[in-house]
């Protein structure tokens, strides 16, 4: 698809952590929904969120696409978000969330689908080091492309600098980047974090040039291990602090 770059910005809302609603293309969209209460979320590592929605799932509105990065962890898909699943017509996430799930469309790495006049294609991302899927799943990342719109990255958990690399390598200019960051860490790497941390959001934000980077994923979970002032810190550091955009909560603002 050729794309002229009529519009150059997006609108957006950040509910909270992984969680941003943007308006693409005539179309609402969604991702990772997580709308709990603060709480602890039990399993083989105990999750706690510490920061309840900026707003409540009833005031999101009509959502056209939910763009879910993987179904495993209570911080990109909680209770109240898997409710909020059942009001969406269209739920992307990887195959394995769609053999999960009921009404759930999984993409391969690199499959594309057309919704509304979007091309979304599936993209990889690595929720660790390498090998780490049977410990923390398969995931995925999309990219959102459509005529007279800016190109979309919305990159999941992904903490690898060489999945980014591949995805700009393959896709060319990437206008928005939604890098989910927080130097996730449960402890199950030891020092490996899960997400971009500081530094490999700054390397990430390096291949993808020009692109505003939009970063979430940083606040609201005990096991983000770094503050939005460390990566804001970095990327002032780096020469890039005008390129990054933390969007405040519970607000909408122009990408």
Known sequence: MT?????????????????????????????????????????????????????????VGTVDVVLLSHDQHADNLDISGREFLTTVPTVLSTPDAAERMEDVRGLRNWETVTVGGVEVTGVPALHGPEGCEPFSGVVTGFVLRAADEPTVYVSGDNAS???????????????????????????????????LNARTAVQAAELLNEAVIVAVHGEGWSHFSETLDRLASAFDHAGRRAQLVVPPRGESIDL
């Not at 960051?181 to 899960?194: E, I, K, P, S």
Request: proline share 7%.
């Open 3 to 59: 794309n002229t770059i009529a519009r150059t910005t997006i609108e957006a809302l950040h509910i909270g952590g992984p969680t941003l609603r943007f308006r693409y293309a005539g179309l609402t969209w969604l991702t990772d929904p997580t709308f709990d209460a603060p709480r602890d979320y039990p399993g083989s590592v105990v999750l706690r969120k510490l920061d309840g929605p900026a707003i409540a799932p009833e005031q």
């Open 161 to 195: 600098v060489d999945v980014v690399r591949e995805i700009v390598e393959r896709v060319g200019r990437i206008d928005i980047a939604v890098l989910n960051v927080g130097a996730a860490n449960v402890g199950r790497f030891g020092d490996t974090d899960v997400t």
